[in-house]
Structures are given as C-alpha cells and as structure tokens.
C-alpha cells in the first residue's frame, strides 16, 4: 500500500523561504513520477511542479525560478524548496504519485495538468505567507 506524509509546512513572511518533505512508502519509489499541488481556499487544485524518475522536472509560471523540486531516492523523499515566498503562495500543499504510470507516460509538460490522473496522494501541509 503506497503512503506518502508530508511534512515542512508552517508560516512564513513574504520573501522567506519554507522546505516541504514528502516521504514515500510502500511502493517502488525511483521508478515513478511525482509532483507538488497545491490548493487555496476555494480555488482548484492545481500543480506546482512535477519530476520523474529521469529528473525531467516542470514547474508552474507561477513558481519558476522561486521553487525547486527535488527527490532522494535512498530515502524515498521528494522536497519542495520555496524561496522568495508570496502571499499568492499561501494554500494547502500536497504531494502525490503516479505509481501506476498514468501521467508518466505522457509528455513533461502535460503532467501540471493532469491533476486527477495521480492516485496516491498525502494529506497535505498548510504553507501561510503574510
């Protein structure tokens, strides 16, 4: 049974910095692709950056050149690095998998997108910038 928990949310003043953890079991980690989402208080959920296993990464306009994703595979963790923090950035963040190749096999730039394709999701860490 694949769990993902993530951990590293809090509060931040705006352009701070937040790192947010996602640790992964119960699945063959490296193998799939993974991405951070995020959801603010009504609005949909929509995708923040995405990484698979050959490290091709995207990134939301939104974030570019402010966030950086990254993955360890020895410790089955996926970390969201958030620099120069906006309120805009202020939502519930969550991790999520694709374990069963869903999205991976689609192109890089497709997998923001394709929000309701990942099955494995975590429970979510509160980001708040004021």
């Known amino acids: 049974h694949v769990q993902l928990v993530e951990s590293g949310g809090g509060s931040a003043q705006a352009g701070g910095s937040l790192r947010l953890s996602c640790a992964a079991s119960g699945y063959t980690y490296s193998s799939y692709c993974m991405g951070w989402f995020r959801q603010a208080p009504g609005k949909e959920r929509e995708g923040v950056a995405t990484?698979?296993?050959?490290?091709?990464?995207n990134y939301a306009d939104s974030v570019k050149g402010r966030f950086t994703i990254s993955r360890d595979s020895d410790t089955k963790t996926l970390f969201l690095q958030m620099n120069n923090l906006q309120a805009d950035d202020t939502a519930m963040y969550y991790c999520a998998a694709d374990p069963r190749g869903i999205v991976c096999s689609g192109g890089v730039m497709s997998r923001l997108a394709r929000v309701t394709e990942y099955d494995t999701w975590g429970q979510g860490t509160q980001v708040t910038v004021s």
């Open positions: 990484i698979d296993s050959d490290g091709d990464i």
